[in-house]
């Protein structure tokens, strides 16, 4: 659990609390309030937030139950008797910062039904779940009169595989004159752990009950057994061949609707399936969790295999699995395809994985966008890729046009990266195309796959050597690193770890690069940005951490180097 440095404000109550006062009232606020706490002022001023909002309801309605609060409540019902009920509150919420248990209803610390900035101003769970980490907020810091004896820390709560925020874990007591941290800052941490830790302990049985479900109906026979729970697929060797794409795809719908509607699992499967399927849903602790799935040759037809094989890319989270899927049905049909998504998100390794191992033409627009003499040449051939678009010359992409209009069974796939806005002549071809674009996920959007990646981009092992393996704390690292460069840069990092690493046994977080080991900046970075903290964070290393040098080799001031630190979170 990390920590945040105590707030800024509370060695000086007083004289913030005067300018405060002089801020509500329009007037210039003096020198000394820290920018932070003067800045959360301005968002509650824009956001509407009346400071004199009275306190709500004592019984505000709650939110539904959610996975974060079953896992929380025995938690902290077993942290509460500890908790000073008449001075104190400890209350979790979720992502979205409502309100999903509280304890303890000392005067003037009455939760809200919800905490975001939008309703009550600055605090420390709006803090803490932007920061993701501990924050601490105090008596004249929160911009709501109600709270100006309230002294607040908050920590997130992360999911224990993504490290997404699912929450946070708030102790809420009346200001006292001592100096932060945080008397009960220790409490808030320790429940937030064990949460996290209630949390994990839970989240692969849903998998195993569906695991063992699987086993028990593929059991014996060569039976045709699929199980799916709209995330992971278990399927036997028999329903490989006898289950196409479109079969698959059903029972992926099927399972999803079953999961959040509990209704009866029906499965329509498409005329000339060539099996019929009958559906058992699978449970655990009450909910639906999945379904197994007996697929059966219709008495009349032949089991048919599957026209082509889904890519054989690494990657089995969803997000991925449905663009993969979308791209392998358009392929199918001889007419071009638009593979689109950030750079490095895999557009033409899928582009060759769907044509197949066959003669291919690779053209790239980004070392000759001048194409309009031969394209038309190239196109009447073997199948085409085309990469970068959106480097085409204007010319070319005129041809390109012509070409689809007169031509639309061109076995051609396309691959574009989104950026600078498209002149008229890309954007009639991006419209020309959009039924058939496949955008694909960013690695952000898909981390379950990471380990996946690894395996698959890790270089095979000299003989006798072991493969590379990591901790669970350089897991994490990567996991929470935003990956501006998707897959290309998680492949250059672990092409570099394989070549350049001397340790032996899995690889340590403390031997990633500086920006994928310190975690991801608190805001988005422009390039320049990403460029600078990197270089800052590799000095730091390089001195020890120790700042003044690293200032100094860097070529700035001591409180410059300070401030950079400050705004990227670093």
């Not at 900046?521 to 951490?545: K, Y």
């Amino acid at each position: 659990m990390t920590t945040t440095e105590p707030s800024p404000a509370v060695h000086a109550l007083p004289p913030l609390r005067v300018a405060r006062e002089r801020f509500l009232a329009g007037r210039p606020v003096p020198d000394g309030v820290p920018e932070e706490v003067l800045a959360a002022w301005r968002r509650a001023r824009f956001f509407g937030v009346p400071h004199d909002l009275k306190e709500p309801a004592a019984d505000p309605p709650r939110p539904t139950e959610s996975a974060l609060l079953g896992a929380a409540r025995p938690v902290l019902e077993r942290i509460a008797p500890a908790l000073d009920a008449h001075h104190s509150v400890l209350l979790l919420t979720d992502a979205r910062l409502r309100v999903l248990w509280t304890h303890g209803n000392a005067a003037g610390l009455t939760p809200c039904p919800g905490l975001s900035e939008q309703e009550v101003g600055h605090n420390s769970a709006a803090l803490a779940l932007r920061g993701r980490r501990r924050a601490e907020v105090h008596g004249p810091e929160h911009f709501l009169d109600v709270w100006q004896e309230v002294s607040a820390v908050s920590v997130p709560v992360l999911a224990p595989k993504s490290g997404q925020a699912l929450g946070t874990l708030t102790v809420a007591s009346h200001l006292r004159g001592g100096r932060p941290p945080h008397p009960q800052a220790a409490l808030a941490e320790a429940a937030a752990a064990a949460v996290e830790a209630e949390l994990l302990a839970r989240a692969g049985r849903p998998e195993q009950v569906l695991l063992d479900a699987y086993l028990r109906a593929a059991r014996g026979e060569d039976r045709a057994v699929a199980a799916l729970d709209g995330r992971n697929r278990l399927i036997s060797a028999a329903a490989e061949r006898l289950a196409t794409p479109e079969v698959l795809r059903v029972l992926e719908r099927t399972a999803m609707a079953a999961r959040h509607t509990h209704a009866p699992p029906v499965a329509e499967l498409p005329e000339g399936a060539g099996c019929g399927a009958r559906i058992d849903l699978v449970r655990h602790a009450g909910a639906v969790v999945g379904i197994v799935a007996v697929l059966e040759p219709r008495a009349q037809g032949t089991p048919r295999r599957r026209p082509r094989p889904l890519p054989c890319l690494a990657g089995s989270s969803l997000p991925w699995r449905h663009a993969v899927a979308r791209a392998a049905e358009l392929v199918r049909s001889p007419e071009p395809v638009l593979l689109t998504g950030e750079r490095g998100t895999g557009k033409t390794a899928l582009a060759r994985e769907l044509l197949g191992p066959g003669e291919l033409q690779v053209v790239d627009a980004a070392e000759d966008g001048a194409l309009e003499g031969d394209l038309a040449a190239r196109a009447a051939g073997s199948p085409l890729v085309l990469r970068h678009a959106e480097r085409l010359t204007q010319p070319a992409v005129a041809m390109l046009n012509s070409l689809i209009d007169t031509r639309p069974d061109t076995r051609l796939l396309l691959t574009h990266t989104p950026g600078t806005p498209p002149g008229p002549c890309l954007q009639r071809l991006l419209d020309k195309l959009a039924a058939r674009t496949v955008v694909l996920p960013p690695l952000r959007e898909r981390i379950e796959d990471i380990r996946e990646l690894l395996s698959a981009l890790a270089p095979r092992p000299a003989p006798g050597s072991p493969p590379l393996t990591w901790t669970l704390d350089a897991l994490r690292a990567l996991e929470r690193h935003p990956w501006p460069g998707n897959v290309t840069e998680l492949a250059h990092v672990v092409q570099a770890l394989a070549e350049h690493r001397r340790a032996s046994g899995p690889v340590r977080r403390a031997e990633l690069p500086d920006a994928v080991r310190e975690g991801p900046a608190v805001r988005p970075l422009s390039p320049m940005e990403h460029a600078e903290r990197a270089t800052i964070l590799e000095t730091l290393h390089r001195h020890g951490g120790n700042k003044s040098r690293a200032a100094a080799a860097l070529g700035i001031g001591r409180a410059t180097l300070y401030r950079k630190l400050r705004e990227y979170e670093a």
